[in-house]
């Protein structure tokens, strides 16, 4: 595994190896690696010849007031669990190579990107696409490892390669959960105890959506109801939105018919967690 901080040695070896007919594989991560990102990684290692990891906290995507500097990182441990994994080679840039002085230049996918979180964080997709975008310039990949724990980020990262007409394929990988439901992510560090044990009322009331929704409830505002309810019992929880939409449009429907994506976001002391499912 070699790990490069430039972004031209990088180009120059993928170069090499695409030269040969190598299939190159990215995996787009900000680090404090977790189950998660492992599975998007054991994936590309299965479908390409060369896995490529980038580890890079993207400052783009974070509000004034969000939790950029203090965003958990540990290089150390992400690099040996890179190592275990198998990945060829991890890309960590620093701040100034990818935003060198005078960066003016963003890509932003409309529509897609108001509703649910781009809603609360107006900044925040623009910021992912910009850095997706640069990643796949530097990495050239073949194939590129998104998770479905950020429904709209990949719905959204779609988008942005078939409109720019990206010659990349983008894979969206299941959500890895704790054994209690949470979603993993690397922002469930900032939990303390109490809060921790209150985070699984998110998947819980997913997992309620998915059981009226299996009785034959097709109203949205009726499991949403039932879903607020639930979250709401928790004294750390405070619901930003739970919203019910087409999984392609994100456009919320009125009554649910075919596949349909259940969406929240929810603040669980300070810590803003996101989940999802899909009914179908
Ligand atoms: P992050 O480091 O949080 O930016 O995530 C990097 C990639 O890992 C993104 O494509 C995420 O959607 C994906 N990811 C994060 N958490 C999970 C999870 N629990 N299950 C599957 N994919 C995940």
Redesign the pocket.
Known sequence: MKVYRSKVLLRKDVGLLKRKGRVIGLV????FLHE??L??IRKARKDSDCVVVSIFVNPAQFGPKEDFKKYPRDLKKDLALCQCSGVDMVFVPDLKSMYPEGFSAYVNVEGLTKGLCGASRPWHFRGVTTIVTKLFNIVSPDIAY?????AQ?AVVIKKMARDLDMPVRIKV?P??RERDGL????RNAYLNPAERSQAPALYKSLRLARDLYKRKERDPEKIIAGMRKLIEREKHARIEYISIVDPETLVGVKRISGKTLVALAVRIGKTRLIDNVVLN
């Open positions: 787009p991560t900000m680090g998660g990102h599975s998007l998104f998770g479905q724990k950020d980020q990988m959500i890895a979603a993993m992510s690397s």
